[in-house]
T-cell receptor, first 120, second 110 residues
Framework: EPEVTQTPSHQVTQMGQEVILRCVPISNHLYFYWYRQILGQKVEFLVSFYNNEISEKSEIFDDQFSVERPDGSNFTLKIRSTKLEDSAMYFC??????????????????FGPGTRLTVL | DAKTTQPTSMDCAEGRAANLPCNHSTISGNEYVYWYRQIHSQGPQYIIHGLKNNETNEMASLIITEDRKSSTLILPHATLRDTAVYYCIVRVEGAQKLVFGQGTRLTINP
């Protein structure tokens, strides 16, 4: 069964450093997402990406964050200058299509296993 | 998206049916009910979704009341591996983001 993969599984960085989190979505999927989950808290939406541009972003996704699909297979999240409060699990997700008319259609987001980011 | 209310936690014995309730009294006509679960800090996993008819797949059944103000996710024969946080999410078809609440922490006991 195809799955979303993420690398690395754990990233440790110093405050102020740049990090790039990598995701390989399911191959025929067209919509891509990043979410994060601070330890003990809810899963929070960061950004959605379609057709090589951001389609929606949350208040969390400020100028320190950027996303890219550099080569048609990878989907990356960059944090330019990490802060202590960026420590969290970061989940990538992908979805095949916008959805069909019948009963919701194929409108499921498939999540990767996450990257645990620790900022020291 | 409409707000949902779920119990904070539930327990169920292994092999029994686990019934997880969700209230969504402000749901509008074009909003679907989705269920996801998260097993111990793994990525959330889609379970099932529905609009107004009851739905069943290989993982679970979804029962939606006639007025659509509440629903129940049923895991028919719960196993220890079903221990997870279960999220009920109401959203418009085609909406991009998933808005997660606190969910219900389901513990399956041997």
């Amino acid at each position: 069964e195809p799955e979303v993969t993420q690398t690395p599984s754990h990233q440790v960085t110093q405050m102020g450093q740049e990090v790039i989190l990598r995701c390989v979505p399911i191959s025929n999927h067209l919509y891509f997402y990043w979410y994060r989950q601070i330890l003990g808290q809810k899963v929070e939406f960061l950004v959605s990406f379609y057709n090589n541009e951001i389609s929606e972003k949350s208040e969390i996704f400020d100028d320190q964050f950027s996303v890219e699909r550099p080569d048609g297979s990878n989907f990356t999240l960059k944090i330019r200058s990490t802060k202590l409060e960026d420590s969290a699990m970061y989940f990538c997700a992908s979805k095949r299509t916008h959805g069909l008319a019948r009963g919701g259609g194929i409108n499921e987001q498939f999540f990767g296993p996450g990257t645990r980011l620790t900022v020291l | 998206d409409a707000k949902t209310t779920q119990p904070t936690s539930m327990d169920c014995a292994e092999g029994r049916a686990a019934n997880l309730p969700c209230n969504h009294s402000t749901i509008s006509g074009n909003e679907y009910v989705y269920w996801y679960r998260q097993i111990h800090s793994q990525g959330p996993q889609y379970i099932i979704h529905g609009l107004k008819n009851n739905e069943t797949n290989e993982m679970a059944s979804l029962i939606i009341t006639e007025d659509r103000k509440s629903s129940t996710l049923i895991l028919p024969h719960a196993t220890l591996r079903d221990t997870a946080v279960y999220y009920c999410i109401v959203r418009v078809e085609g909406a991009q983001k998933l808005v997660f609440g606190q969910g219900t922490r389901l513990t399956i006991n041997p």
